[in-house]
């Protein structure tokens, strides 16, 4: 299976604003290009965060045997755009996309949550179904495995549903986001900024995505 997973921002966005902040068509909308993302209290980036969760599960993916390929190659660069992300999974043909984020929400809010692409009428709606399955067999996986809970703030029973990323909005293969947890909770940041725990929750996306193809 050829797997696209998406790191999401990158560690040189916030230098480069003349770059991040260009408007791009995600179809519904003009966003900006990309965006540099959160960060914990202590100063862990969300960049940072992805690109390591990102590293982890590619190595888990290509020891069952799939073909991995990264949006970016290094957590020191620019974007690429949210629409370039998409055209890399598109270009890939793509059996499974992630996009790996973690969220910067209110400091009372936790938990993780899945966010699935709506149908955009002429644009996606073939995907629709395919990211549907894939994004409850990572939501599932990802909370068994790691006990994370559904998120507090976000979504219905760790889903949520959007026509507004143009990740999504662009795809032509099936392709989901995850928000690993808030990264302003205490409760969720010490997960995350755990080497150990980052390794738990690649094992737990390995295992979602053994589960969809299965």
């Given amino acids: 299976k050829v797997i696209v997973i998406d790191p999401g921002h990158n560690g040189g966005d916030a230098k480069h604003p003349e770059i991040v902040n260009k408007l791009v ?9 990309d965006s540099t993302g959160t960060a914990t209290p202590s100063g862990y980036t969300e960049h940072a965060f992805n ?25 020191t660069g620019v974007g690429p755009c949210i629409t370039e992300r998409a055209a ?25 949550h899945i966010i699935q692409p709506a ?10 179904p ?3 399955k894939l994004g409850r067999a990572i939501r599932d996986a990802y909370r068994e495995g790691t006990g994370i809970p559904y998120s507090t703030y ?19 293969r099936p392709k989901v ?3 690993c947890g ?22 737990s996306l390995a295992d979602g995505f053994t589960d969809y193809f299965a």
């Fill in 25 to 33: 068509d995600v179809i519904t909308k003009r966003k900006p290009c």
């Fill in 51 to 75: 690109w390591d969760v990102a590293k982890r599960l590619a190595k888990r993916l290509r020891a069952k045997g799939a073909k991995v390929f990264l949006t970016r190659t290094s957590d």
């Fill in 88 to 112: 890399i999974g598109n270009r890939h043909k793509a059996d499974a996309a992630l996009s790996i984020h973690a969220d910067g929400a209110a400091k009372g809010a936790h938990g993780f």
């Fill in 119 to 128: 149908p955009i009428k002429g644009h996606n709606e073939h995907i629709v």
């Fill in 130 to 132: 395919d990211s549907k």
């Fill in 154 to 172: 976000r979504g219905t029973e760790g889903i949520d549903v959007r026509d507004d990323l143009g990740g999504l909005n662009l795809s032509t």
């Fill in 177 to 179: 986001f995850i928000e």
């Fill in 182 to 203: 808030n990264m302003k909770n205490p409760r969720d940041e010490a997960k995350l900024e755990s080497a150990s725990f980052r390794e738990r929750i690649a094992r």
